[in-house]
């Protein structure tokens, strides 16, 4: 009988399982859950505001992909895992499996009064397409950028892609010669945005909203929204443009599980990325939660090298092997300003920040075209 794996998302996670697990495997079963056949490239969300990217470029048909790599295709909610990880309940009916790969990302803390005034551009494209026609639609005012965590669960943020549309939003406003007609401000609940990726690079992007001209308010607790306003424990801040990256969480679904959630709501794992007391279930991604450094990155790059990991796990202990391979923490981020681009490079023995420049924008998109080139055309 085929052996079942069951891969539960679409994303950077589950596109890289797939393929680690046809470097070992030609023949043995895979079956992903979700709810298009499709891959959202969310790392270029940051260019559609400015008109450098639209929805079909980073829209993804995965079918061609699938049938490449003799995978079946299973639209669907996944609303609950049953049989110690060897069921998974959706939408569209029940999937059995011998191993499971849960790669389904996490979900934003919408629990902040008014939040549904602001727009959280990572989930997806048409937050994104919103934020492009809100601004284009302007002819003056105030915007507020900013980005809030998992109290329970410090690594359950995403800093990165604000950063990005900061400086994205002013570098676009001053190409449109509309700058003046606008105030900047960006807020954050942390003293030092950004802290994640190094001392340094905390000074260079408070150092770039300083020479933009972008306001700042920081070091206060989030309390709410309204439509034109931020409210924090430090005051409130008149608006007519809310961007805002709530923390994160663990996937809803969990909760109708047996598996272990960490304090801030994701799913348990070990640098093994497995499930502990889950026999062949493992998680990579924003839907788990790992051991660490306190920097450790929510991020692509991460979820790809944890998806490695977890697949070449899984497919020993199929084998009857002991859990061996495990992953490394290593944070690379282009913060690209729609112009330029500043590298932020951590591990556990090193942190590197090169300052801003054009070389590194065009790196960011040439990244882009090879990292999708296999999916457009595989």
Not at 189 to 200: D, H, V
């Amino acid at each position: 009988m085929t052996t079942k794996i069951t891969i539960i998302g679409a994303g950077f996670a589950a596109l890289t399982a797939i393929k680690e697990i046809r470097k070992r495997d030609k023949h043995i079963g895979i079956t992903l859950i979700a709810p298009k056949a499709e891959f959202i490239y969310l790392p270029s969300l940051i260019w559609i505001p400015s008109g450098q990217r639209s929805g079909d470029d980073l829209r993804i048909d995965l079918i061609a992909f699938f049938k490449k790599n003799n995978v079946t295709f299973h639209a669907g909610m996944v609303t609950g895992i049953k049989d110690e990880g060897r069921t998974v309940i959706t939408d569209n009916g029940d999937i059995q499996n011998d191993a499971l790969l849960i790669a389904s990302g996490g979900r934003f803390i919408k629990k902040l009064p008014g939040i549904e005034n602001a727009i959280t551009i990572c989930e997806g494209i048409e937050a994104a397409e919103k934020m492009r026609d809100k601004i284009k639609s302007m002819d003056g005012g105030t915007i507020t950028l900013g980005f809030g965590g998992n109290p329970k669960e410090p690594s359950a943020m995403r800093g990165g892609p604000m950063f990005e549309l900061l400086f994205g939003l002013d570098t676009q406003l001053r190409q449109e010669g509309r700058r003046d007609k606008f105030k900047i401000i960006f807020f954050s609940p942390a003293k030092k945005p950004g802290a994640r990726l190094g001392e340094g690079a905390v000074k260079g992007i408070l150092g770039q909203m300083d020479k933009r001209g972008i306001e700042t308010h920081l070091g206060h607790k989030m309390k709410g929204f309204t439509a034109n306003k931020v409210t924090t424990e430090g005051g409130e801040i008149d608006t007519d443009l809310i961007i805002f990256m709530p923390g994160m969480t663990g996937p809803s679904f969990a909760l109708n599980t047996a598996m272990p959630l960490s304090p801030g709501g994701l799913i348990q794992s070990n640098m093994n990325c497995s499930v502990e007391g889950f026999e062949h279930v493992y998680v990579a991604g924003d839907a788990g939660s790992f051991p660490g450094p306190d920097w450790k990155p929510k991020q692509a790059h991460m979820a790809d090298l944890q998806a490695v990991a977890a697949i070449n796990n899984m497919l020993d202990g199929l084998e009857g092997n002991a859990a061996t391979h495990t992953f490394k923490y290593e944070l690379a981020c282009i913060i690209d300003s729609n112009d330029k681009g500043t590298l932020a490079y951590r591990t556990e023995k090193r942190t590197l920040v090169l300052p801003p420049c054009r070389l590194l924008h065009h790196t960011k998109k040439l990244f882009e075209w090879w990292y999708l080139r296999g999916y457009k055309n595989p």
